[in-house]
């Protein structure tokens, strides 16, 4: 045989050598949920292992997070009903919890990299990402929220904004209100490709975000989410990011979507990120803690696959496990 390719596997350090991708801390973002109070630790049922933390436990989360060489949170904020409306108008409020806690975070750890969640969820009485009228979901009334959402994210210190809402033309519009209001070095990292997935329940538990069923409309988000089945789709959309100004393009959720990765990656020079949410998460949790599965191998083996793909970015809730477990990346 002229041709044995086991003759580069045949050692530790041929296989070294030979390793095409790498992981390590620096390629991954930790989520962070954050809620209003103190001293709150509070674990996410379906997400075990990820927790809703008050302002004082998330500047120990990040400082540790920091000493293992994880330096970009993203952060979601879990909202009291209260103070949700149809219009998310807390999402801009100068009392937001949220915009504080970022301003304290960039305060304690300047040199910690703060993504923002840009959506209306969090802030939404319907529970929906964009304002919902007549049985609808009214897109541009709904950039006008964002817009000032971005430049009060922006303001209270986030360095990335991440729009994950969806509505067509947002990222266009971010940038013009950012830029007008002097904000030219705030990133966008658009959730380009984001499908309407069953893998966001642990966190919509996390966030008591699930959109609400209405007699007006479906509680579901097909009509501003991506069709799974759909994959040319995922060019337009990275097209009118791209040229609307967006800085990173993201592919959500990973796992089930590394072709839509691949692709993005293929016709794209920006940077592409990808989300593994909290369902795709939880179902190798639940495995590893059936003892189905063995977590310190399937875990990493499950990050490199996303990079493979074609990744420089990785949000997922194992990012700081895996910065502990494998201090010299893989
Ligand atoms: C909200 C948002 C969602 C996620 C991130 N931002 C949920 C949704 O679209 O309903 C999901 C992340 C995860 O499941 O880990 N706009």
């Known amino acids: 045989m002229f041709r044995r390719p086991r003759r580069n596997r045949v050692s530790a350090a041929v296989r070294a050598m030979?390793?095409?991708?790498?992981?390590?801390?620096q390629h991954l973002v930790?989520?962070?949920?954050?809620?209003?109070?103190?001293?709150?630790?509070?674990?996410?049922?379906?997400?075990?292992?990820?927790?809703?933390?008050?302002?004082?436990?998330?500047?120990?989360?990040?400082?540790?997070c920091l000493t293992l060489g994880i330096q970009s949170f993203i952060m979601f904020p879990a909202?009291?009903?209260?103070?949700?409306?149809?219009?998310?108008?807390?999402?801009?409020?100068?009392?937001?919890f949220y915009l504080k806690a970022a301003t304290e975070i960039k305060k304690r750890f300047p040199e910690a990299c703060l993504i923002s969640d840009v959506a209306l969820d969090p802030y939404s009485s319907d529970g929906h990402d964009g304002i919902v009228r007549g049985g609808k979901i009214l897109n541009d009334e709904t950039?006008?929220?964002l817009a000032k959402m971005s430049v009060a994210q922006a303001e209270a210190g986030f360095d990335i904004l991440g729009p994950s809402d969806m509505m067509?033309?947002?990222?266009?519009?971010?940038?013009?209100?950012?830029?007008?209001?002097?904000?030219?070095?705030?990133?966008?990292?658009?959730?380009?490709?984001?499908?309407?997935?069953?893998?966001?329940?642990?966190?919509?538990?996390?966030?008591?975000?699930?959109?609400?069923?209405?007699?007006?409309?479906?509680?579901?988000?097909?009509?501003?989410?991506?069709?799974?089945?759909?994959?040319r789709e995922a060019l337009i959309e990275a097209e009118l990011d791209t040229v609307e100004g967006a800085d990173y393009l993201m592919v959500k959720p990973a796992?089930?979507?590394?072709?839509?990765?691949?692709?993005?990656?293929?016709?794209?020079?920006?940077p592409i990120a990808a989300y593994h949410v909290s369902g795709e998460c939880a179902m190798l949790l639940a495995a590893c803690r059936n003892g189905w599965l063995d977590y310190d191998k399937a875990m990493p083996e499950t990050l490199l696959s996303i990079r493979r793909a074609g990744t420089d970015v990785i949000i997922t809730y194992f990012a700081k496990d895996f910065a502990r477990k494998f201090p010299a990346g893989i």
Do not use: C, W
Request: zero cysteines; aromatic letters at 8%; proline letters at 6%.
């Open 18 to 25: 030979t390793t095409e991708i790498h992981l390590n801390a």
């Open 30 to 64: 930790q989520p962070i949920f954050l809620v209003d109070g103190q001293g709150i630790k509070n674990e996410v049922p379906s997400l075990p292992g990820s927790f809703r933390l008050s302002l004082d436990n998330v500047l120990k989360e990040v400082e540790e």
């Open 79 to 96: 909202v009291a009903d209260e103070l949700k409306d149809k219009t998310g108008t807390y999402g801009y409020r100068p009392d937001n």
């Open 143 to 145: 950039l006008e929220v």
């Open 168 to 231: 067509d033309g947002r990222v266009g519009a971010m940038r013009l209100a950012l830029d007008e209001a002097g904000f030219t070095d705030t990133a966008i990292m658009s959730y380009t490709a984001k499908y309407a997935s069953a893998f966001y329940g642990p966190f919509r538990d996390a966030l008591d975000s699930a959109p609400k069923a209405d007699a007006d409309i479906p509680a579901d988000k097909k009509t501003y989410q991506m069709n799974p089945a759909n994959k």
């Open 255 to 270: 796992l089930n979507y590394l072709d839509v990765i691949h692709l993005l990656r293929e016709n794209s020079e920006l």
